[in-house]
């Protein structure tokens, strides 16, 4: 055994990596075989058991990945953060170009893409180097037959948003862009992703109010005015709230655990949802049990509430909001969620 083995805790303590590349380092073929070693892939090792997310599995797949390749589909969808669910124990997505072979690997499915096909790169806090993705709107086209209708609305919801001179860590894709791309798009899955498309709104700040708004899509409702900010009379600011029905003064939370867990947040709560009541607004609030089944019975809810009469939706648009993931599902992204990626210009 190589003496170099006596460090090896040390060297690749961090993230995980290639036996053959350890090897090349001078470590001994035997080093990698204690069972302190986690092999999440082939040739991987890790000091980290196999994550449980997907998230986490394509961090574990990187040192795998050869020159050209990427993540795609759900998987590059997680790494972008959109806080999508996905089937429990969902392989990895690899994309490779044209000349490449197919990844064939355990834990893994291999994809194909033109070598001319465009480049997206991310960076996330684990690693200090640029991870290629599929660009994000091709992501969520190519995992339109694979995902939940709401999910990928959920996901789009992510990835729009507002101000084209915020090109930072928040911004991955513009309104205009979305608009054309779902016009020109085509292949497996268009349809669902053009409605997804139609649905998607800029504004929303987690997976459960991109829910809450699509229960009162399904009832019905009219839009909402989402991330809406209500003033007192006086002009003073209250505060900013998920969703709001302007016409009737009726505004839509979600509270989510945060909201308990912190007393200091249940204090601010309670003063902004009273300041808003003393200014002649309604609220209403959900919480996440109310938006993870059925969406009719949420959406006859903010009917009620408001005041408003059920109105008509396509019932192709219906069944597809009427579409849940399920039990066996879980979600892509560690929790609690992490910090959104960078993404550089394009």
Known sequence: MST?????????????????????FGYGPGTFVHPRWHRPFHGVRSKSPVAETLYGRALQYLPRLRPGERFSHLTALALLGCPIRVPKQAPVDISSPERMGRVTCRGATGHRHRSDAPEFSCAIPEHDYWIPVSPPLIAVLQSAAALPFRELVVALDHLLRRDPARYDQQVHVLPEELGRFAGSAMGRGVVRFREAAALARVGAESRMETLMRLAGVRVGMPELQVQFEVFDENGTWIGRFDAADVATRSLFEYDGEQHFSSPRQRRRDACKHQAARDAGWRLLVFFPEELVGRLPPSGRRMLEFSGRTQGRIRPALARLLDEVSGDDTESALPLPSRAAPFSPPR
Do not use: K, W, Y
């Not at 090896?8 to 961090?14: G, I, K, L």
């Not at 993230?15 to 090897?23: I, N």
């Open 4 to 24: 170099r083995s006596r460090t090896t805790d040390d060297d690749f303590a961090d993230r995980p990596f290639l036996v053959r590349e350890a090897v090349g």
